[in-house]
């Protein structure tokens, strides 16, 4: 199994705050501090412009930036409406709660929200395309690629931009132009590891492993410690039949990220495709350990249980998989196999 990326803009800082009072300086400090990652300082540069002026709605803003962040999300939603309240329609300030409205899984409230973003500034890029992913994933294709093809007008070289509707088009099984909007993402920005894991990943759903390889390539030489890129060119070489290369990039996924329960079963199928079923074994326990909840993992435990035709172990876990997962067919269809084998006695 390969991971799959979505790319959504999260804060937008865009331009600096203007340095003509305390406050504002405050802000621009802490803004840029926000940038280079160093989130406590920030907040307490935010907090000094709120203390010294309680009406300053761009410090709510950025302060929400930073609770939203720390998963705060609630308490992130008061200071963006604290901001819109003292500071009018704010772009930001609408960004930021659509964001969070997304994140709570509201997706109208969402959307009406990135639309107020747009509204108060119309060149908002990432408004339009934090928009147009959720008329995606409403199924509203078409409003999806208007809203990607928009926020090129306002910046046609960016690369997040091209790719998204790279996607669209691929969404909407028009090779041809995602396959144009993919190369054009690469030439914007031959630096951009989103460009080439896109590349990657469509190369990937049309079996292009080899070319999907040199992708993945290209991102671990741009980010040396990206597990995604790692699990997904592993797959890529499993199913190519480099099982051995396979192992060393699932492994190598694993070192940058111990948490994912996918790299490991990743790992532990293609000990099973070795025929090496111990450790195989040793890696579904260890991302079972990890999520217990993660489906796939009893599936591949099932079908080794099967080939070593132990049917109870393995009707107890493709019958967990079928309870995690109840509207996969190829869960059911392997509990129904297993179900007929015992019922005709095999052992």
Same mark, same amino acid.
């Given at each position: ?69 720390? #998963? ?11 901001? *819109?309240?003292?500071? #009018? ?46 008329? #995606?994933?409403? #199924? ?11 926020? *090129?007008?306002?910046?046609?070289? $960016?690369?997040?931009?091209?790719? $998204? ?99 490991? $079963? $990743? ?56 309870? *995690? ?23």
């Amino acid at each position: 199994m390969r991971q799959s990326l979505t790319i959504l803009f999260s804060v937008w800082l865009g331009a600096s705050c203007s340095v003509g009072n305390k406050p504002a300086l405050l802000v621009n400090d802490a803004n840029n501090l926000y940038q280079d990652g160093r989130y406590q300082e920030a907040m307490q540069k935010f907090e000094h412009a709120i203390e010294i002026n309680k009406y300053y709605a761009p410090a709510y803003v950025g302060r929400a930036d930073i609770l939203a962040d720390q #998963g705060a999300l609630e308490k992130a939603l008061i200071d963006y409406h604290t901001a *819109l309240e003292y500071g #009018g329609a704010d772009a930001r300030a609408y960004f930021g709660i659509g964001t969070v409205k997304h994140q709570l899984g509201d997706i109208d409230s969402a959307i009406t929200h990135y639309t107020r973003a747009i509204d108060s500034n119309p060149s908002y890029v990432p408004a339009h395309v934090n928009r147009a992913v959720l008329y #995606g994933k409403k #199924g509203r294709l078409k409003k999806e690629l208007e809203g990607y093809k928009k926020a *090129l007008t306002f910046d046609p070289e $960016n690369p997040v931009v091209l790719v $998204n509707i790279a996607k669209s088009y691929q969404a909407q099984s028009n090779k041809k132009q995602a396959e144009l909007y993919l190369e054009r993402a690469i030439k914007a920005d031959s630096k951009s590891t989103h460009a080439y894991a896109a590349r990657a990943e469509y190369r990937l759903d049309h079996q292009q492993y080899r070319k999907a390889i040199r992708d993945l390539n290209r991102v671990l030489e741009l980010s040396t410690t990206n597990a995604w890129a790692y699990n997904n060119r592993g797959y890529a070489r499993a199913e190519a039949g480099d099982l051995r290369e396979a192992i060393e990039d699932f492994t190598r996924a694993i070192e940058v990220n111990p948490y994912n329960a996918e790299y490991y $079963n $990743n790992r532990g199928y293609t000990w099973y495709q070795l025929g090496n079923h111990q450790r195989a074994l040793t890696d579904y326990e260890r991302a079972i350990t990890v999520d217990s909840n993660f489906a796939e993992v009893y599936r591949s435990r099932a079908r080794l249980w099967l080939q070593e035709r132990k049917l109870d172990k393995a009707l107890e876990d493709a019958r967990r998989a079928l309870d *995690l997962a109840p509207d996969n067919r190829n869960y059911e269809e392997l509990l129904e196999t297993i179900k007929a084998k015992v019922e005709r006695g095999e052992h």
